[in-house]
């Protein structure tokens, strides 16, 4: 019996070897699947914070840009208002001047408003459209004639030109 004893405690101890080694490759594989999951859901989390923080920042860029533009849009629009106050408040001087001269004068006064005033150009015209006098680049009496009748529509007119954007304004006087 004691082959038989030894028989056994040889089949009991390989067969608790065998368990034990079962149980340890489970474990391992266990824990490898574990750690896989948790590795999978970890980047998963990683990405979409990183996707919320990109947007995020796209957002506040954005956002940044437009109140650039608008700041931009504002400054164009302030600036373009203090163009015109200027040139309706030069005009406004140089017609009271003309009005009260001799037609003889106006050359001469032009002239001289001119000197002052080298940004402004001043072209001087009848209601018909003939020219009388002007500093600026002449055109045909059709045009002025066109000038004339948008000038009656609007106190000023804009337009872009290559040299920038312009600004006409007229005043109708009778000397």
């Known amino acids: 019996m004691s082959n038989v004893g030894l028989l056994k405690n040889k089949i009991i101890r390989n067969n608790s070897y065998s368990i034990f080694l079962v149980i340890l490759l489970f474990s391992i594989f266990s ?66 001047l003309l ?22 150009r001043v072209g001087l015209s009848d209601i018909n459209g003939n020219l009388v006098y002007t500093t600026a680049l002449d055109y045909s009496k059709k045009r002025r004639l066109r000038v004339i009748h948008r000038l009656r529509k609007n106190r000023h007119i804009t337009f872009q030109t290559p040299q920038g954007i312009k600004y006409i304004s007229g005043k109708f006087f009778v000397n």
Do not use: C, W
């Not at 506040?60 to 164009?76: A, G, L, M, P, V």
């Not at 009005?99 to 080298?118: G, L, V």
């Open 99 to 120: 009005k009260k001269a001799n037609p003889s004068q106006f050359k001469y006064i032009i002239e001289q408003f001119q000197n002052k005033n080298p940004i402004f």
């Open 31 to 96: 824990f490898g699947i574990v750690y896989y999951v948790i590795k999978s859901s970890f980047q998963r989390d990683v990405e979409m914070t990183k996707q919320e923080y990109l947007s995020s920042q796209k957002s506040i860029i954005k956002n940044q840009i437009d109140n650039f533009i608008d700041f931009i849009i504002h400054t164009q629009k302030f600036e373009k208002e203090l163009q015109l106050r200027k040139l309706e408040k030069n005009a406004d001087f140089l017609v009271n």
